[in-house]
């Protein structure tokens, strides 16, 4: 998920599972502090921030935003980081909690199948996996999930597939275990709280 941002001239990619709705949601407070974010996804807003680095940095309309914002010197470009298996864990959590259609769906699709089948109608199961169970599954389908060239999910992907850290030029890296302290303290340190 990426923050693109001309007033503040600053770049924020925080990938699925690494604090992306919470950046969106300061983000958010920053020019709507009066409004509850009611909807992220609502392309008439001013500014378009829920998208992937595809459809947003690379849309013809947006070329020459995405250019500056990439590349020029003064753009604060910020990448969010989460420790890799608290991410899988936490992504584990969310998708496989019972009632997530794409917890469901990637049963399907794995060799998961009847454990989800038998954990759904199990009321005292609150997943349909176990965390053990999708970690055995996410390693043993690697390989043919590889050859689809593609994750079950954008959740699981690698943080690397899905903000460049080598390809553009970071001003910080946010870790999100620290991100309560980090974040205020490089907004304020870029001048980036200041009026707009």
């Not at 509850?36 to 935003?65: V, Y």
């Not at 794409?102 to 176990?130: D, F, M, V, Y």
Request: hydrophobic letters at 40%; charged letters at 25%; glycine letters at 2%.
């Amino acid at each position: 998920m990426w923050v693109q941002d001309l007033k503040l001239d600053l770049l924020i990619c925080a990938p699925y599972k690494s604090a992306s709705s919470a950046i969106r949601f300061w983000w958010w407070r920053h020019y709507h502090s009066e409004q509850d974010p009611h909807d992220f996804w609502n392309k008439n807003e001013d500014h378009d921030w829920g998208q992937t680095r595809n459809a947003l940095l690379k849309r013809f309309k947006n070329g020459k935003i995405s250019q500056k914002l990439l590349t020029s010197a003064s753009t604060t470009r910020v990448v969010v980081a989460r420790h890799p298996i608290i991410r899988f864990w936490s992504a584990w959590n969310q998708k496989f909690l019972k009632g997530q259609q794409i917890g469901w769906l990637i049963c399907k699709q794995s060799r998961l199948a009847p454990i989800c089948e038998r954990n759904l109608n199990n009321s005292t199961e609150t997943h349909l996996c176990s965390f053990a169970e999708w970690s055995d599954a996410f390693v043993g389908d690697a390989e043919r999930w590889k050859m689809k060239n593609r994750v079950p999910d954008p959740h699981f992907a690698r943080q690397l597939d899905l903000c460049p850290l080598c390809q553009l030029r970071q001003a910080f890296v946010l870790k999100v275990e620290d991100m309560n302290e980090e974040i205020e303290a490089i907004l304020n340190d870029q001048q980036l709280l200041k009026e707009h």
